[in-house]
Structure formats: structure tokens, C-alpha cells
């Protein structure tokens, strides 16, 4: 008669084995890792889309900012001035209406002051609203700038911008104390009762002005681009899961087959 607790323990059938549920917990382990790397994989190639995207247009505005000048478009191009036209060197002539100048606050390598925008009247009747560049704080009343203030007929070569409505990042024009924070053509217009103008602005050039202000020439143009930098993460975190997942996978076999050569434990 064997003493209680001694040979044999119970029958190793009778007790659940672990390995199921071990291989049970891998498979969804591999499942759901298998899922976060087709998504890390898709992120990253998404990113090299995105850079050979943003290369094209860094090439084709290149190409505009340095083409010879083009007529600025005229009311019959208005409808189909987009985003392909945006910085085209352009020129224009026409003349300033002076008394209707907007000044729009700027932040420049010359520090803070203010856009002066100034309507150009063409030869056909129609206006241009021009950023004739940036003047200082100080200098924003054109009585300090009056030989800048350029009368009769002028030409003005520059760089066709987009619209810019609503305002700036925090910060809305404010059109019943004349506050402007960005260059929206549309509300500048209705501000100062102007009709038939261009859906643009033309950002002039550094072509010097009388008594040297507005200093024109000052438009930044920055595409940032840090796509490759997202790709190579995102790709390195697929590289590190498909890792994590061999080591786990192989480790969790590895540990099956062990307690397969074992055999069951006795008492």
C-alpha cells in the first residue's frame, strides 16, 4: 500500500495542459502583432509617397518662382487661378491707389512691422492688390514713407500669391477696427469698397522703392519636409515588432517542445 503523497501524482490526463492555451495566447498574439506591422508598414510607405510628393512641388513652385515673367492673369483667367499658379513670377502695370492702402501685420527677418497692401488699377479697370513689401512699426503711417508713396503709371514684377482668408493661426482680421492679420483679398476689398479684383495678390520683388520703404523681395517660401525621417521610424518600428514577434513566437515553441521531451512531471 503506498503512503499517501507518495509515486504517482494523479493522472496527467486528468489535468488541463497548459500548452493549449500557451498556443492559444500566440496565436493572438501573432495575429494582433501581424496587424500593427501591415499598419507600420503601410504608415511608412505612405510617408515615401508623401515625400516624392512634396519633392514634385518643392521642383515645380522652383520652376515658377524662377521663370521670366508672365502677364499677371486678367479677368478672364480670374476663374481658373488654384494652387498651380500659386508663386508664379508674374508682372503687372497699372496705378496704385494709394489712399486705399491696407497695412496687414508681419513678422519678418527685419523683424515685426506690417505688409503694406496697395491696390494696382490696370489699364482695363481692374484691380491687383499688391504687397509692395514690409515697413517697421514706426513707419506704418505713409506720411513717413511719402516718397515711397508712388503716383501715375508703374510697373510692378513679383510673385502671384493665393488668397489668404479668415486670418492668421489664433488670431481673426478684424475688420471694424482695420486689424489684419493676414492678406484675405476678398475681405480687404470690402473693407475698402473695391470691385473687380483679382482673387490674388502679387508679392512685388526686391526692386528698391523711393525713400526705401516698403522693402519688397521678402516672401519665404518653406515646404517642410520631414517625411523620410517619418518613413525610417515607422519602418524601424515594423523592423523592431517583426522581431518581438520571431522572438516570442520561436520562444514560445521552443518552450512546447522542451516540456514535449520531458514528459509529464511525477510525484
Known sequence: ?????????ADPGSAPSPAPLSFLRRVVFGVGAGLVFVVLLGLGTWQVERRAWKLDLIARVDARVHAPAVPAPGPADWPRVGPDDAYRHVRLSGTFLNDRETLVQAVTERGGGFWVLTPLRRTDGSLVLVNRGFVPG???????????????????????????????????????????YSRDVAAIAAARGLTEVAPYFVDADATPNPGGLPVGGLTVIAFPNNHLVYAITWYGMALMLAGAMVYVLRGGRAKDLDAEVRGPRRG
Open 1 to 9: 500500500m503506498r503512503p499517501a503523497g507518495s509515486g504517482r501524482g
Open 138 to 180: 514706426d513707419r506704418r503711417d505713409p506720411a513717413t514713407r511719402e516718397p515711397g508713396q508712388v503716383a501715375g503709371e508703374t510697373t510692378v514684377t513679383g510673385l502671384l500669391r493665393l488668397t489668404e482668408p479668415k486670418g492668421a493661426f489664433l488670431r481673426s482680421n478684424d475688420l471694424t477696427d482695420d486689424r489684419w
